[in-house]
């Protein structure tokens, strides 16, 4: 049977835009309270005020260590606990390493690595002590084929990979459930693209995925039976 998600206390990181999104409007419609999360404050303020309901908006750079604690604090003192965790916020970057800027890798890997690790260290102890909680990461089909035009970006995929199998054979004693979703190319702002029309064009060519389709994929995860 599956399980609900009406009335658990979800985070969204990266939820200003893409699959981030797409992900806050499922969960708002099954009924979920959100902690939507991402830099720009008024792009989640336009969020929260077309979704409605029971969200707060907690803008942070999960760059920095303390705004990661700070967004499950948040979270907490407004809710009172975190039953979902969608780390979604991802940076990308391509391009030679023989070229390539060093300093652009460490600022994609805080996002794609560090960030998730800390972001997954602070929401762990309260969902071990309830004996309840879902955990899912945006990885990509980057983080099972190191792909050559973007091998920092596969490598930062393939260490969160790691992680999760990590992870879940940790938490899985406690009733705590982690995974990652790994779509290949999604249709989004990420690739330049806004109009639906041109994404509905390429779903059709088979050239890629909508934001919707991975949120369709989270809602399958949320909602398995234990």
């Known amino acids: 049977m599956a399980q609900s998600i009406n009335g658990k206390v979800a985070i969204v990181t990266g939820a200003s835009s893409g699959i981030g999104r797409a992900a806050a409007r499922m969960l708002a419609e099954q009924g979920a309270l959100l902690a939507l999360v991402a830099r720009s404050a008024d792009k989640l303020q336009a969020l929260k005020t077309e979704l409605g309901g029971d969200c707060i908006v907690v803008p942070a750079d999960l760059t920095i260590p303390a ?3 700070a967004m499950v604090q948040t979270t907490l003192d407004r809710f009172g606990q975190v039953d979902i965790l969608f780390a979604n916020a991802g940076s990308y970057v391509t391009g030679d390493v023989a ?3 060093a300093d652009e890798w460490d600022r994609v890997l805080s996002v794609n690595v560090n960030s998730i690790f800390r972001a997954v260290r602070a929401v762990l102890p309260g969902m071990i002590e309830r ?5 899912v990461v945006t990885s990509s089909i980057s983080g099972h084929q190191a792909i050559h035009w973007e091998p920092v970006y596969s490598a930062s995929k393939h260490a969160v990979q790691s992680f999760v199998h990590g992870v879940r054979r940790q938490v899985a004693p406690h009733n705590v459930r982690i995974g990652a979703l790994a779509p290949g190319i ?8 806004t109009d639906q029309e041109e994404i509905e ?9 909508r934001c ?5 994929a989270l809602l399958f995860m949320l909602t398995r039976p234990a």
């Not at 999604?186 to 693209?193: A, C, H, K, P, R």
């Not at 064009?201 to 995925?209: D, M, P, Q």
């Not at 919707?212 to 369709?216: I, L, Q, T």
């Open 201 to 209: 064009r390429r779903v059709a060519a088979h050239a890629g995925l």
């Open 99 to 101: 070229e390539g800027d």
């Open 212 to 216: 919707e389709d991975v949120a369709d």
């Open 67 to 69: 705004h990661v604690d």
């Open 131 to 135: 004996r309840s909680g879902d955990i």
């Open 186 to 193: 999604v249709l989004n702002e990420l690739w330049g693209l």
